[in-house]
């Protein structure tokens, strides 16, 4: 059975227009990442690039943390999606990402934590209370 290689993605509508060009660049970057083809180091170097540029580039922000999950860089993960969550806190993927990645280091406080921060605003989160949930059992 062959498992996905890629992280679960959700499309997130961004607000800004004006991020057209790094846009593209983040577009150009997952493509490389995604298709095996090419240098990956050079597409991260590309997504890095976006936020030195713009530091609270969403979309490259959310492929980086998704990159890092896969990559184990869990630190990095949980950085990126806190990020996330500070520029766009009712997405509930930024949240839930955040949570798994301070779950896989470990810390299951802060995964709680965090994933309770979330519920308080948006108590219906059903992927947010089923990871609580689980955490609690």
Known sequence: ???????R????????????GLDAKVDEAVAIIQS???APMQAIGMLLEV???NPDHEKALMWLGNFSMMSGQWDKAVDRFHHLTQINPE???YWLN????????GDTIAALTS???YLNT???????NDLVAGLQN
Request: charged share 30%; hydrophobic share 35%; net charge negative.
């Open 98 to 105: 955040k949570s798994q990645s301070l779950l896989q280091m």
């Open 91 to 93: 997405v509930e993927m």
């Open 36 to 38: 095996g083809e090419g």
């Open 51 to 53: 936020l030195k540029e």
């Open 9 to 20: 993605v959700e499309e997130v509508v961004l607000q800004s227009t004006e991020n057209t």
């Open 122 to 128: 948006y108590p219906e989160a059903t992927r947010i």
């Open 1 to 7: 059975m062959r498992m996905p290689r890629t992280a």
């Open 115 to 117: 994933a309770q921060e």
